[in-house]
Nanobody, 115 residues
Framework: QVRLVESGGGLVQPGGSLRLSCAASGSIRSLNVIRWYRQAPGSQREWVALIAGGLATSYADSVKGRCTTYIDDIKNTAYLQMNSLKEEDTAVYFC?????????WGQGTQVTVSS
């Protein structure tokens, strides 16, 4: 079992930046694949990014070139650095891992991009 806690969301103007955190209750390196998702009001949950093996990353086209995900082994935390934010990035952001056939999710952190 693993517990994930997201933080770092907030209100930011278009063009601004935020760094989201996903703190894991155990060794984050052992989780292998960490995925980021987001869900805007009235929309389905959308995959945003993933990091595998602590190094390999992949991004949705909607955020490619503007987001970077990485992990800090010492802090057992994954991060999603988001730059050049747009109003359409407004959503609740979640991190998720699959472990032993079970998907674990954090509680989410709200990102609002507005002038």
């Amino acid at each position: 079992q693993v517990r994930l806690v997201e933080s770092g969301g907030g209100l930011v103007q278009p063009g601004g930046s935020l760094r989201l955190s996903c703190a894991a209750s155990g060794s984050i390196r052992s989780l292998n694949v960490i995925r980021w998702y987001r869900q805007a009001p009235g929309s389905q949950r959308e995959w945003v990014a993933l990091i595998a093996g602590g190094l390999a990353t992949s991004y949705a086209d909607s955020v490619k070139g503007r987001c970077t995900t990485y992990i800090d082994d010492i802090k057992n935390t994954a991060y999603l650095q988001m730059n050049s934010l747009k109003e359409e990035d407004t959503a609740v952001y979640f991190c998720s891992v699959d472990l032993g056939g079970t998907s674990y999710w954090g509680q989410g952190t709200q990102v609002t991009v507005s002038s």
